[in-house]
């Protein structure tokens, strides 16, 4: 894949995010991402998914560059199979666990929290969180849903207003990251949880996941083509054009 590194451990696959200087998540990414957890869901050999990024750098989120510069129907369609990518990830049967390398904001954010067990490398730089209102974007439902589920609806809708990110002391202590560590330490916990998750009988993992986050499975298990009409709606409206030709005119300067 263009966008991943795979590397088959003893009984597991460790996928490193490596798409370019910041891991932003464009379509290509996203489509990888879908990708692998479908079909490592459906491999036997591949126990389970370690996600990582590269050192001080999990994602930096959506591609901006990309929304500001495709047509329409090309942003729908990321948006699209980046939410397919959230309804693999979140199917996902096998343990699935994320070593949040770096900072990992907004669309990064989510995919962190698909994971059922995530450890987040510590760095003033390093944060989480939806911080989407710092450009006026509108978060998708999904999206909205799956951080609202991890923090509570009236926390996540605070978070929102302020566009606040959390480090990862902070993270662990408001429940959306399990460990904060070392940042060099990350991908050598992450494995570890990994195989302590793999003496679990396989069976017993999938159906008692199916049952500990039915929450979870309710938020993506749903038709997304109205969260798509309401995006291309957003985008469509004058004021968000006008943001992104002013962000452009910006970066040109």
């Known amino acids: 894949m263009d966008t991943?590194?795979?590397?088959?451990?003893?009984?597991?696959?460790?996928?490193?995010?490596?798409?370019?200087?910041?891991?932003?998540?464009?379509t290509n990414l996203a489509r990888d991402l879908r990708d692998i957890f479908l079909?490592?869901?459906?491999?036997?050999?591949?126990?389970?998914?370690?996600?990582i990024g590269k050192p001080h750098c999990f994602s930096a989120g959506l591609d901006i560059m990309m929304m500001a510069t495709s047509?329409?129907?090309?942003?729908?369609?990321?948006?699209?199979?980046y939410m397919e990518?959230?309804?693999?990830?979140?199917?996902?049967?096998?343990?699935f666990i994320c070593g949040i390398t770096g900072?990992?904001?907004?669309?990064?954010?989510?995919?962190?929290?698909?994971?059922?067990?995530r450890i987040?490398?510590?760095?003033?730089?390093?944060?989480?969180?939806?911080?989407?209102?710092?450009?006026?974007?509108?978060?998708?439902?999904?999206?909205?849903?799956?951080y609202a589920y991890h923090l509570g609806e009236k926390a996540a809708w605070e978070a929102v207003q302020s566009a606040q990110v959390f480090t990862a002391q902070e993270a662990c202590s408001i429940g959306l990251v399990?460990?904060?560590?070392?940042?060099?330490e990350v991908v050598a916990k992450t494995e570890e949880r990994m195989e302590r998750m793999l003496k679990v009988l396989p069976s017993t993992y999938a159906i008692s996941k199916s049952v500990m986050r039915?929450?979870?499975?309710?938020?993506?298990?749903?038709?997304?083509?109205?969260?798509?009409q309401n995006i291309r709606t957003h985008l469509e409206d004058p004021v968000t054009k006008r943001m992104f030709e002013l962000f452009l005119a910006k970066l040109k300067k």
């Open 4 to 26: 991943l590194n795979v590397e088959i451990k003893n009984g597991y696959a460790l996928v490193q995010i490596d798409n370019g200087k910041v891991n932003a998540i464009n």
């Open 120 to 146: 987040m490398g510590q760095g003033d730089k390093h944060v989480i969180g939806l911080n989407e209102f710092k450009m006026s974007l509108v978060i998708p439902e999904m999206m909205g849903d799956i």
């Open 85 to 95: 990518a959230l309804q693999a990830m979140v199917r996902f049967p096998k343990p």
């Open 39 to 51: 079909e490592y869901a459906e491999n036997d050999k591949i126990g389970g998914i370690a996600l």
């Open 214 to 228: 039915k929450g979870l499975l309710e938020v993506v298990n749903r038709d997304i083509s109205t969260m798509l």
């Open 71 to 81: 047509g329409m129907d090309d942003i729908v369609e990321y948006w699209k199979i």
């Open 103 to 117: 900072f990992a904001p907004a669309a990064a954010t989510c995919v962190a929290l698909c994971a059922d067990y």
């Open 178 to 184: 399990n460990e904060a560590v070392a940042v060099d």
